[in-house]
C-alpha cells in the first residue's frame, strides 16, 4: 500500500506541472475590395466619381439642396457633402470650413492639411487627414471662388477608436481625397 500511494504522489507532481505556451499575437484581417469608381448623375451643379462596390449616395436627412450622404454600410461610416452657392460669402464659407477640423483638434493626435489645386478644373481646396480618437477621420473643401463651394467630411457610426477603425478610416480617406480630386462644375 506504501508503494502505490508513492507512486499516486508521484503521477500526482508530474501531472499539475504547467507547460506554459504564448498566445500567437492576433491581427485583425480586414480586406475591402478594389475600388470602382463611377461618374455620378444628377440635378446638383456638380458631378464627382463614387465608389460603386462600397457605396450608396442618398439625399442628406437635412433638407438642403444638393447635400449629399455617401454611405458604407460594410464600413458604418458615411462622407457628408455640403454644398453651398457663393454669394459674396466666400470669405465667411473658407473660415468656417478652415475652422472645421479645428474642432477635433481636443481628441485629434494631428491634423495634416494638405493644399489641392487643380486650375484645369477650376477646383481649389484643402484635405485634411484627421489622426486619432476624434469624430472626423478626413475633411476637405473645394470651390472654384466664383459660384460653388462643397465641403465633405467622414464620420463613423461608431466611438471614435482610431486603433479600432484605422483599416475602414484609411479606406474612406482614400475615397474622400478621390471625390476630392474628381470633382467638376457644371
Not at 477640423?101 to 477646383?123: F, G, M, R, W
Amino acid at each position: 500500500m506504501k508503494y502505490v500511494a508513492i507512486l499516486f504522489l508521484m503521477i500526482c507532481v508530474w501531472s499539475c506541472q504547467d507547460n506554459v505556451q504564448p498566445k500567437p499575437n492576433a491581427y485583425l484581417a480586414l480586406n475591402y475590395p478594389e475600388p470602382i469608381y463611377a461618374n455620378t448623375t444628377g440635378t446638383c451643379p456638380y458631378t464627382f466619381e463614387v465608389n460603386k462596390k462600397m457605396a450608396t449616395i442618398k439625399p442628406s436627412k437635412v433638407a438642403m439642396h444638393c447635400w449629399i450622404d455617401i454611405t458604407y454600410p460594410k464600413l458604418n461610416g458615411t462622407i457628408y457633402l455640403t454644398y453651398m452657392p457663393v454669394e459674396n460669402n466666400l470669405t465667411q464659407l473658407l473660415t468656417d470650413a478652415q475652422n472645421l477640423p479645428l474642432q477635433h483638434t481636443v481628441k485629434a493626435d494631428e491634423i495634416l492639411p494638405s493644399i489641392y489645386a487643380n486650375p484645369e478644373h477650376k477646383t481649389y481646396g484643402t484635405f485634411y487627414m484627421v489622426k486619432g480618437d476624434a469624430a472626423s477621420q478626413a475633411q476637405f473643401y473645394l470651390t472654384d471662388s466664383v459660384k460653388h463651394f462643397i465641403t465633405g467630411a467622414v464620420y463613423f457610426e461608431a466611438k471614435p477608436n482610431f486603433d479600432s477603425i484605422l483599416p475602414a478610416a484609411a479606406y474612406l480617406q482614400r475615397d474622400t481625397r478621390h471625390i476630392m480630386e474628381t470633382i467638376r462644375w457644371k
